[in-house]
């Protein structure tokens, strides 16, 4: 277990614990990023010798026969080239609805046809980190992850470059998570009832930068300036309806898209 700066005595609560098989416990000293963390973590794994390192946020529950269902997945995929395995992740508020997994397309990220998520594998360019089983091999051929994202955007840069190195990702629909993405509740808007996700108004600083910086450098046809700059304004829009915190989150979404456009990366901002 990775301690990215915890000040809620989570490691001392781990190691009190009554455990079939001890814990150890790699504590950071301060909270470095999510990015670091996973790196240090499957850098630790690969020392060790192992193949494949399942990775895990504080905010996902596993289902209990989650590495069974990945092994029998990867029984039926024959050949060398699985970079990552990632379950079905449902909502731990909403158990109907999900995150689901996601594929390039036309400059973005979008899920697969519904259709296609009956099937057992489906084949995708980036899903959440937490909960997929990623091959170490991988991790190491590419680098791992872009520690000066911080947070926000760490799980689709990595992917997105596993995929350009030439390896598979597959979401095995009958491994499931159940994962917790910010507060959510109930808005109303012209089209209905939606869900919002609420986040500490500093994220919004991490989600605008990073959406900014990856898809003007990173990603391949990651769209034009205006273009990413609508998606960001849209997104805005929806925030200065429905959040708590209006005026914090504007403030860090400009100072995000200002940095993003200078390039200035790294834990610019703390909670």
Request: glycine share 8%; with cysteine; aromatic share 10%.
């Amino acid at each position: 277990m990775v301690d990215n700066g915890s000040s809620d005595g989570t490691p001392d609560l781990i190691r009190r614990m009554d455990l079939v098989r001890p814990v150890e416990i790699l504590e950071l000293g301060e909270n470095l990023g999510v990015a670091a963390a996973l790196n240090r973590g499957v850098t630790l794994a690969a020392e060790r010798g192992y193949d494949w390192a399942l990775l895990f946020d504080q905010d996902t529950d596993a289902a209990e026969d989650l590495v069974e269902t990945f092994a029998q997945a990867f029984t039926g995929l024959h050949h060398e080239r699985i970079g990552t395995l990632f379950p079905k992740a449902g909502n731990a508020f909403r158990p109907s609805l999900t995150n689901p997994p996601l594929r390039w397309v036309n400059h973005n990220l979008a899920p697969p046809p519904p259709e296609e998520m009956e099937q057992e594998l489906v084949p995708v360019d980036s899903s959440l980190t937490s909960g997929s089983l990623l091959r170490v091999n991988a991790f190491l051929e590419t680098e791992g992850f872009r520690e000066d994202l911080f947070v926000d955007y760490v799980d689709h840069e990595f992917n997105l470059r596993l995929r350009r190195s030439g390896w598979d990702l597959y979401c095995v629909t009958a491994a499931e998570v159940l994962h917790r993405l910010g507060a959510e509740r109930e808005v109303k808007t012209l089209r209905g009832p939606e869900i919002y996700r609420e986040h500490s108004p500093f994220r919004y600083y991490y989600i605008a930068r990073n959406l900014l910086f990856c898809h003007l450098n990173l990603f391949e046809d990651g769209g034009s300036t205006p273009w990413v700059l609508a998606k960001i304004g849209a997104a805005t829009l929806r925030i200065l309806r429905h959040d708590s915190h209006r005026a914090a989150a504007l403030c860090y979404i400009c100072r995000g898209v200002f940095d993003g456009l200078l390039g200035r990366m790294g834990p610019r901002v703390r909670p």
